[in-house]
């Protein structure tokens, strides 16, 4: 059965192009991975398919009574309520029918005969809504995914003193309480910490309904999906399997396309050669005719344009001293401590991890050994000639300038060749460059911010979850270039997969953090 059937989908932003005469369906129960690279307008589909996006062309067409969840990167809670609360509002339409059947329960005793039978019938049908709904479990349910996501202690602050990634899990456990028909989840691992990724892992698994899945942790997507959508050059198209069997069967199909687009190549090479040979001779003019007829009915196979893969390479500058820096009961935070005292010594070429779950501090570390945050107590010595290349975990405040222009605030003696080239290396295409920051995609702007810092000369490297929203091979890219560096590196991550190769060192921030978990 289709639950959503989208018909000749075109759309663009200004002169980008973003989809061509695109369709897709989604079936009952399918599990599906939506894959591409950044900026190909994945979250743009799913703002489209959800209605927050008129297309320029095309038709979208749910199944009726469908009910859609859709949790995407820049959702939003409302300030002053709880976590418990926000995570009840799931059940809202539950709450607004128990609301109105105890009006009519108010209202029954100046009901006449004819009104009271309408009402007790109405309060039935409610009732009965509320029973095979478990209304009466919802404080229960509430607790079990707040316990599966790590959110059980935070369940009466106010959803404003929670940390971004804590806010995620709100999002993200709102959207699991409201059990859909459907869910899109654009990229609902990249807050979470590695315990609750196994916990939506294993959720996913077992859940019956369909989902579509923007992700680039290869090996979460893979254990969940069972079907692929790339999202390439203006089109989608379908690959049944994993990932990796996504990977093999479009190499293949790129092989088998240039193998075509070769062939009819040299074929209409020959027919223009015969035809400019033939044409001018009366006997074998018509000869010349007929190959002319045949070129002119000729359509080439298009190759798979190839999107510029990124090339990271961070410069190196002078070599710092022995000391990076070293803490004495460093206690961080902001009004309260969020941890006991810290005694920490880091030396130069350290690659070191700090892990932990999320809301913990390990952000307000960083900020501390930056000297962005003034420590509640305690000292941080800092050693000499430090070099310091810091990649935020969020950028609020998105430019308004183009991606060229703000590329070029930060390197103004360069020339627009060096620029573009700079911007090309880091894996951004013509229209991107030219496309203002704001626009961007979260894995484009993270790409034109690793330019930078690659770009200015560093010998120690703060990285602050550096993967969320890069795309598969600008990680790769990251992550060889990481293992390369020469100098310290300093990283804030929650994917092992990634950091494993890279760091000498793990830190384990849960062991000094003063949060309950």
């Known amino acids: 059965m ?9 759309h663009g932003f200004g002169d980008r192009a973003i989809f061509d005469d695109v369709n897709f369906r989604l079936l009952k129960g399918e599990h599906i991975g939506f894959v591409g690279a950044n900026g190909e307008g994945k979250s743009t589909f799913m703002n489209i398919i959800t209605g927050s996006l008129e297309p320029d062309e095309g038709k979208i067409v749910w199944s009726k009574q469908h009910r859609v969840g859709y949790m995407d990167q820049h959702a939003a809670l409302t300030p002053g309520k709880s976590a418990r609360e926000a995570l009840a509002d799931a059940f809202k339409y539950l709450f607004d029918a128990e609301a109105e059947m105890n009006e009519i329960y108010m209202q029954m005793g100046e009901m006449n005969d004819e009104e009271m039978a309408a009402a007790l019938e109405r309060t039935a049908e409610i009732q009965d809504l509320l ?10 349910k509430v607790e079990d995914i707040a316990r599966g996501l790590g959110l059980s202690a935070l369940l009466d602050k106010d959803v404003a003193d929670l940390s971004g990634g804590q806010r995620t899990k ?13 869910l899109l989840l654009d990229e609902p691992t990249n807050y979470l910490d590695e315990e609750h990724i196994e916990w ?13 899945l923007i992700s680039h942790d290869v090996d979460f997507m893979n254990s969940v999906i069972n079907l692929i959508y790339h999202v390439n050059n203006l089109k989608i198209d379908r690959y049944v399997g994993n990932y990796f069997e996504f990977e093999r069967l479009y190499e293949e199909k790129k092989k088998q396309l240039e193998s075509q687009h070769e062939a009819q190549t040299k074929e209409a090479e020959k027919l223009k050669d015969f035809i400019a040979k033939k044409k001018a001779n009366v006997a074998t003019s018509g000869q010349a005719k007929a190959r002319q007829k045949k070129l002119d009915k000729m359509v080439i196979v298009e190759k798979i344009q190839e999107k510029p893969k990124p090339k990271f390479d961070f410069k190196f500058g002078r070599t710092s001293g022995k000391l990076i820096f070293e803490t004495k009961d460093l206690v961080i935070g902001y009004t309260e401590p969020l941890s006991s005292p810290i005694t920490l010594k880091l030396e130069r070429g350290a690659k070191v991890a700090f892990t932990g779950s999320n809301g913990i501090g390990k952000t307000t570390l960083l900020r501390s050994l930056l000297g962005q945050i003034k420590p509640l107590s305690g000292t941080t010595e800092h050693g000499e000639y430090q070099e310091i290349g810091y990649f935020a975990q969020e950028i609020k405040n998105p430019s ?3 991606c060229l222009d703000d590329f070029w605030d930060e390197f103004p003696s360069w020339n627009q060749a060096e620029i573009r080239a700079a911007l090309a290396r880091c894996g951004l295409g013509t229209k991107q460059i030219e496309s203002r920051v704001y626009v961007l995609s979260g894995g484009e702007q993270a790409k034109l911010r690793l330019g930078k810092i690659m770009n200015n000369e560093s010998n120690i490297l703060v990285m602050d979850e550096p993967t969320n929203h890069l795309d598969v091979d600008a990680k790769d890219e990251l992550k060889r270039a990481l293992k390369e560096y ?16 890279i760091v000498t060192q793990t830190i384990n921030c849960e062991e000094w953090t003063t949060k309950t978990l």
């Open 200 to 212: 939506l892992r294993t959720y996913l698994q077992n859940y019956e309904n369909a989902f579509v």
């Open 131 to 140: 029973d095979h709904s478990d209304f009466y479990l919802i404080d229960s």
């Open 486 to 501: 020469k100098g310290t590196v300093i990283m804030v991550c929650h994917e092992p997969e990634f950091y494993q190769d």
């Open 170 to 182: 709100i999002l993200l456990g709102k959207l699991l309480l409201e059990k859909p028909d459907i």
């Open 400 to 402: 308004q300038k183009t």
């Open 2 to 10: 289709s639950i959503l059937t989208v018909k000749n989908l075109s």
